[in-house]
Every structure is written in C-alpha cells, then in structure tokens.
C-alpha cells in the first residue's frame, strides 16, 4: 500500500507528466503558440498536396490515428503530405473560420460557439465517438450518479471549455444547478485536488486524471456525460470556402483520417509504437503512463455496431445546439443542419 505522502508525489509528479506530454483539447481563451509539425518523409513528398491540420496543444500519444496514417502511408495513397499543428483549439477555430487555416480537430460545442458568433465553420468528420470528459473521485467518496453531486466540492478548471460543458450536461442530468453544488476553479490540478481531498471530485478528459489516479493505486468512480447527454465529440473541422473550392481534398482527407483511426482499432501495439516513434519523450520512463493513457482514449475512436464511420446525427446537434444555448454559451443557436456534414464521407 502507499502512503498517502507518497501517493500525493506520485500523483503531483503524473499530473506534471501529463500536462508535459498529453493531448487536451482544453481552454477557451489560451493563446495560440508558435506551431510544431510533423509529417511523413519520403521519395515523391514534392508531389503530393500539403494539408496541416490544427490539433491538441503539444504532442501525445492520443494522436495516434493520425500518426499512424502520416507513417503507414494512408494520406500520402491520397495524394496528400500531412502535418500536424499544435496550438488550442479555441485559436484554430478562429483562424480555420476566417480562412487562414483550413482544418483543425475540434469538439462538437465550439463549432456550435463558433457559428453561433458568425464563423462559416463546419464539421465533416467524427474523430471521437465519444464525449472525452467525465467526473472523477475516490471510490470512497461514493459519487457514482449525477444525484450524487448535490452539495458537493466539484473542481475544475473554470467555466469554460469542453470541461465546463460536460460538468453543466451532467449536473442537468439530475436537474441540478451550479448553486447546488461547491463548483471549485482549480486549473488543471484535477488528479492532485482529489488524490488529496481539496474537492471532492473534479472534471478532466478520461484519459487524464483518472488515469493519473489510477496508475498511483487509487480506486475512482467516473461519471460520463454521454450516459445523460448526446454532444458531437471531437472531429475534423474545415471551412464553407473549402468546401466550395476543394470538396475532393476533404474527402480525400476524410478517407486518410478514417483509415488511420480503423488501422489504430485494429493494430493497438503497432500504433502505439508508432506514436512513440513521433514522439520519443513519450516511451523510457514515460511509457508506461503514456501507455495508459492510449488504452484510456482507445475506446473513443470506438464505433457502435452499425453505425457508420465518421458520421454524426442532426437529432444529436439540434439537441447539442438547444443544450448550449441552454445553459447561455450562445445566445442563439445555429441552425444545426450548417454545423455539419456527413456528404464528404467514404
């Protein structure tokens, strides 16, 4: 067993790891840094279209598909050479709507932010099949159920960002509001504020502090917004004058993305490897967190049975759009047929 003062540094040291290393599509109102890229190298890259695509804010195993189908070659057999920008998601949704950028990864919520301020975004493919973010606590405070919530100490980073939408989806869920609960701004200390009792339980992507928790020995309970609430998760996001121009790269673009994520699903060894070699500070002594932590995203890149790949449902989005304005994130919600598009998949 571990000592409380042991697991608390063990816990404090993976939260740093993980801010050091993983993926979060976090923060409405970061700046954006000066980008990083990788792509694929090889005889005949001057041949092929250069597309960048804006993603998470640094490197990480979370990545995966997409590495998986920069290496194995999946863009290149569509004639394109594909990089990987790193910066926030709230920066890309400005630059991909006014032009400047023409793809990015970005959650159902902010395309719905960034229409509703006039922004010619549009969604065209499902990335995650799941919402990312969930409450987390110690098995013993015995938080299983939105219910539970009622009167509690809940951390998070502050009242924005995917965190803050699933935090609010799930407390509607049990028809509770923030005044019914301690609602804690903590900025991204998840994993340490529970590990150490400052809150009661906190809201972090799956793949972040729970994993933390769970890798210092700490049973947790978790609470999904996808239960209670359908939100378009995490997918790619282009712009109307794309579209117009160059439907074919999209598609083209689509096929690459759809087959990286079927061949990560499929060969998880393989691709974890791969992210490691794009990303060599993730393995060593890092590999077995950054291991956890690909495992924990694994199930998000799942499908349901029959469902197709890469598509998401206007019944979801007039839901998701009602929802956000709802709870005041847009004032008024964009029809929810222009946030998105199933016609440029396979």
Same mark, same amino acid.
């Given at each position: 067993m571990i000592g409380f003062r042991v697991l608390r540094m063990r816990v404090r040291e993976m939260a740093?790891? +993980?801010?050091?290393?993983? +993926?979060?599509?976090?923060?409405?109102?970061?700046? @954006?840094?000066? =980008?990083?890229?990788?792509?694929?190298?090889?005889? $005949? #890259? &001057?041949?092929?279209?250069p597309v960048?695509?804006? %993603?998470?804010?640094? =490197?990480?195993?979370q990545f995966a598909t997409m590495y998986v189908a920069i290496e194995k070659g999946f863009f290149a057999e569509?004639?394109? *050479?594909?990089?990987?920008?790193?910066?926030?998601?709230?920066?890309?949704?400005?630059?991909?709507? @006014?032009?400047?950028?023409?793809?990015?990864?970005?959650s159902g919520d902010q395309v719905i932010i960034g229409r509703a301020q006039?922004? /010619?975004?549009?969604? %065209?493919m499902n990335w995650y099949t799941r919402y990312p973010v969930v409450v987390f606590a110690k098995e013993a405070v015995a938080i299983t159920e939105p219910a539970d919530l009622a009167g509690k100490r809940i951390g998070l980073p502050g009242p924005f960002g995917a965190t803050y939408v699933a935090f609010r $989806?799930?407390?509607?869920?049990?028809?509770?509001?923030?005044? *019914?609960? #301690?609602?804690?701004?903590?900025? !991204?200390?998840q994993a340490a504020a529970v590990s150490e009792g400052s809150v009661d339980a906190a809201v972090d992507y799956a793949a972040s502090g729970p994993v933390v928790l769970e890798q210092a020995g700490e049973a947790i309970t978790t609470?999904?917004? *996808? &239960?209670?609430?359908?939100?378009?998760?995490?997918g790619l996001v282009t712009n109307e004058t794309t579209l117009q121009n160059d439907a074919e790269l999209?598609?083209?673009?689509?096929?690459?993305s759809l087959r990286g994520v079927e061949y990560t699903l499929a060969n998880p060894d393989e691709a974890f490897a791969t992210a490691l070699s794009f990303i060599p500070e993730a393995g060593g002594e890092n590999e077995a967190i950054?291991?956890?932590? !690909? &495992?924990?995203?694994? =199930?998000?890149?799942?499908?349901?049975?029959?469902?197709? /790949?890469?598509?998401? &449902?206007?019944?979801?989005?007039?839901?998701?759009?009602?929802?956000m304005q709802r709870i005041d994130l847009v004032e008024s919600a964009p029809p929810a047929a222009e946030l998105f598009s199933n016609d440029y998949l396979p």
């Open positions: 740093l790891m +993980v801010v050091l290393l993983l +993926v979060l599509l976090v923060s409405a109102c970061q700046p @954006v840094t000066m =980008p990083q890229e990788v792509s694929a190298e090889g005889e $005949g #890259q &001057d041949a092929l279209t960048s695509i804006g %993603v998470g804010y640094i =490197p990480s195993v569509e004639g394109l *050479d594909v990089s990987l920008e790193y910066g926030f998601e709230n920066d890309y949704l400005k630059l991909v709507g @006014v032009g400047e950028r023409q793809f990015m990864i970005g006039g922004l /010619p975004v549009r969604y %065209v $989806g799930i407390l509607e869920a049990a028809g509770l509001e923030e005044s *019914d609960v #301690q609602m804690e701004s903590i900025g !991204f200390t609470i999904g917004l *996808d &239960d209670y609430l359908t939100m378009p998760s995490n999209v598609r083209r673009l689509v096929r690459g950054n291991r956890a932590i !690909f &495992d924990a995203t694994l =199930p998000y890149w799942q499908l349901d049975t029959g469902s197709q /790949p890469g598509a998401t &449902d206007l019944a979801d989005w007039e839901i998701a759009t009602e929802f």
